[in-house]
C-alpha cells in the first residue's frame, strides 16, 4: 500500500474520495445508492450491508498525512 501511495503522489494523482472532489455529506448518499437504501447485501466474503459500506467511504475519504 505505502508503494502504491508513493506513486500515487509521484504522478499527482488523488488518493482519496475528498481529493476527487467527493464531499463529506454525500458518503451517505453514495452508501443509500449502492445498497439501495439498505435493501441489498452485495455477497462477497464479507457481506456488504450499508454500514460497512459508509464505513470504506469514510476510511477512503480521509487524506493521508
Known amino acids: 500500500i505505502k508503494k502504491i501511495e508513493e506513486i500515487f503522489k509521484k504522478f499527482s494523482m488523488?488518493?482519496?474520495?475528498?481529493?476527487?472532489?467527493?464531499?463529506?455529506?454525500d458518503l451517505l448518499i453514495m452508501a443509500?445508492?449502492?445498497?439501495d437504501n439498505g435493501s441489498k447485501i452485495f455477497p462477497?466474503?464479507?457481506?456488504?450491508?450499508?454500514e460497512l459500506v459508509l464505513k470504506i467511504y469514510k476510511e477512503a475519504f480521509k487524506e493521508e498525512k
Open 44 to 50: 462477497s466474503n464479507i457481506p456488504l450491508t450499508k
Open 14 to 25: 488523488p488518493s482519496s474520495l475528498k481529493e476527487v472532489g467527493v464531499k463529506e455529506e
Open 32 to 35: 443509500n445508492k449502492l445498497t
